[in-house]
């Protein structure tokens, strides 16, 4: 069968790398775009839409798009950062370790949001989580953002540390594309 051609509307290499391993029959890219839309939704999915949909009216017809929105919700913080988890604080790592210093409830969880657009304007969504803690100081080295200080239940690395294998089979982003997938799965 074909490859399904679909554009990431993000400028995030990790994401597109851990999707294109989600995904191993589609072929995607990233959005070569100056600026991607203004996350001013109130959910990840209002987000994830509106880069899906930015990606819609830049990308050519053959291909679908593919828009994503992600974030770290802390359960001392109630849910804090969540959809602000980009733009939190210029050192995120520092802040959320400085912010739970002292604090034994440490749960926290990863969520993912995407969204695919059709050349026929057909929307489809999958969500995905990884519940897990937040470690006391930070240990490994692959992945971004917030990876080094998050350990997934059941594990005791950091998502750093479990590397980026780990990740391309386990994380939120994974999980996201599988939902996704089944979503699509009646139209394909
Ligand atoms: P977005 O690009 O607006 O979706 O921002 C997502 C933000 O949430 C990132 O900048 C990270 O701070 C955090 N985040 C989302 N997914 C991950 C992940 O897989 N690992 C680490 N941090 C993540």
Not at 15 to 25: I, Q, S, T, V
Not at 168 to 174: D, E, I, K, V, Y
Request: include cysteine; glycine fraction near 10%; aromatic fraction near 6%.
């Amino acid at each position: 069968m074909e490859p399904l051609r679909a554009v990431l509307a993000s400028a995030n290499p990790h994401k597109l790398d851990e999707l294109r391993a989600a995904l191993p029959d589609w072929e995607i890219r990233l959005l070569g775009a100056a600026e991607f839309p203004p996350e001013v939704g109130r959910t990840y999915y209002e987000n994830a839409r509106a880069k899906a949909r930015f990606a819609r009216s830049k990308v050519k017809a053959g291909r679908w798009v593919l828009g994503e929105d992600s974030g770290i919700e802390v359960e001392a913080l109630g849910g804090r950062p969540g959809i602000e988890s980009a733009r939190w604080a210029q050192e995120p790592v520092e802040r959320l370790l400085e912010e739970l210093r002292g604090e034994e409830d440490r749960g926290a969880r990863y969520v993912c949001e995407l969204v695919c657009i059709s050349h026929d304007q057909e929307e489809h969504r999958g969500t995905g989580t990884l519940n897990g803690r937040i470690a006391h100081e930070r240990r490994g080295s692959e992945g971004f953002g917030y990876d080094p200080i998050f350990v997934p239940e059941a594990a005791e690395l950091t998502v750093a540390e479990l590397g980026n294998d780990w990740k391309r089979a386990n994380s939120h982003r994974a999980r996201a594309a599988a939902a996704l997938r089944r979503s699509l799965q009646a139209r394909l």
